[in-house]
Structures are given as structure tokens and as C-alpha cells.
Antibody
């Protein structure tokens, strides 16, 4: 069965960096696009970034463009989100999600999320 | 960017009654070449990640009860729960995947009256 496990969250000071990972299993990782979606405490869902199955194309929300970098290692079935110049407003649970394994281009499988808290 | 607007923000429905959530996009998410609406619905229960319910605006994900129905086309969509069950208490989000950024609606909280 499809499994996505995020890690790397924690408490970090404003301006510092953090790298999130998403370990994938149960499907052919190098065949599917992957996304990061975040949710600030008590708030709604915000799409963050996406990457094609082969890493050739990457897309970002304006709120993170130039600060965050999405990448993947298909040999290790792992998705990453490098977050630099972190701000208080980046505080959120970060979810990784698959695109289109069973549901066209929708986000069909989600991890449990990892909490990032940006605070001094 | 395509702005997704849901209504209402919250609703309380009696068990067994019908619940309807609306989602409006700021531009059409209907792709003319395949006549498909690039619109999905997600359910999020407290403390859990979102779960995909509906894609292509009206295709139910495998295992989703048939009391959940998605409808609409172009810019106006509806998620209907035909007979609300206790386990349906959640926040529901629409999302367009017509282009990036893949914007979500603000969410609609469904509660039991």
C-alpha cells in the first residue's frame, strides 16, 4: 500500500533553514509527480510546491518562491523540501502528497505531516 | 492565479439530512480538449491529513461512500452529502488542478445539528 512518511520538522529561528523529507513506498515513485502542501495552525490548506516525476519541472507558490526548493531522489524514493530564510508565517504542518496514482492529477495519497515552527 | 471560493464557511446539518457545499472558481477549470473539469474535493477530519473524495469534479475515489456526490462544470461546483452521518463531520476543501498554483478553497466545516 502507498505510504508517505514526512520527517525533518521542528522548531527553528526566523531566517534559518530546514530540510524536510518524505519517504515514499508502495508505488513506483519515479513515475509520479509529488507535491508539498502546508496547513498553518487552525487554518486551511495551502499548496506549496510540486515536482514532475523525473524532477525536470518544478513549481512554487509565490509565498515561497526564491526561498524554498523542492527536489527528489528517485534512487531513494524520497522527496525533499529545502526551506531557507524561514519566517514566522511558514509555521505549519507540511504534508507531502502524490499526484495521479489513481486519480488523474489530483492529490490522491497524503502523508501524516511534519510540523515546522518558526519562532525565536 | 485561480481563486477558489467556498460557501458556506460552515454548516450544521441533522443526521440523515442533506448537506451541500459550493465551490466557485475565478476562471473556468474545464479543459476543452478532453471536456474534463480539473476540480477535486478533499475531506479532512481533526488531526488527520486530507483525504481525496472526488476528482474530475464528479468521479468518486475508490472506497468513498456513494452518499458523496460531486457536480458542476466550468466555474461552479457542488459537493453533496445526501444523508449526513456522524463520521462525515470534517472540513471539506475544493481544489483546482487546472494549473499551478494548485489553489484550494478556504474550507467548509460540516457539523451535526
Amino acid at each position: 500500500q502507498v505510504q508517505l512518511v514526512e520527517s525533518g520538522g521542528g522548531v527553528v529561528q526566523p531566517g534559518r533553514s530546514l530540510r524536510l523529507s518524505c519517504a515514499a513506498s508502495g508505488f513506483t515513485f519515479n513515475s509520479y509527480g509529488m507535491h508539498w502542501v502546508r496547513q498553518a495552525p487552525g487554518k486551511g490548506l495551502e499548496w506549496v510546491a510540486a515536482i514532475w516525476y523525473d524532477g525536470s519541472n518544478k513549481y512554487y507558490a509565490d509565498s515561497v518562491k526564491g526561498r524554498f526548493t523542492i527536489s527528489r531522489d528517485n534512487s531513494k524514493n524520497t522527496l525533499f523540501l529545502q526551506m531557507n530564510s524561514l519566517r514566522a508565517e511558514d509555521t505549519a504542518v507540511y504534508y507531502c502528497a502524490t499526484e495521479g496514482i489513481v486519480a488523474a492529477s489530483a492529490l490522491d495519497y497524503w502523508g501524516q505531516g511534519t510540523l515546522v515552527t518558526v519562532s525565536s | 492565479d485561480i481563486v477558489m471560493t467556498q460557501s458556506p464557511d460552515s454548516l450544521a446539518v441533522s443526521l440523515g439530512e442533506r448537506a451541500a457545499i459550493n465551490c466557485k472558481s475565478s476562471q473556468s477549470v474545464l479543459y476543452s480538449s478532453n471536456n474534463k473539469n480539473y476540480l477535486a474535493w478533499y475531506q479532512q477530519k481533526p488531526g488527520q491529513p486530507p483525504k481525496l473524495l472526488i476528482y474530475w469534479a464528479s468521479t468518486r475515489e475508490s472506497g468513498v461512500p456513494d452518499r458523496f456526490t460531486g457536480s458542476g462544470s466550468g466555474t461552479d461546483f457542488t459537493l453533496t452529502i445526501s444523508s449526513l452521518q456522524a463520521e462525515d463531520v470534517a472540513v471539506y476543501y475544493c481544489q483546482q488542478y487546472y494549473n499551478t498554483p494548485r489553489t484550494f478553497g478556504q474550507g467548509t466545516k460540516v457539523e451535526i445539528k
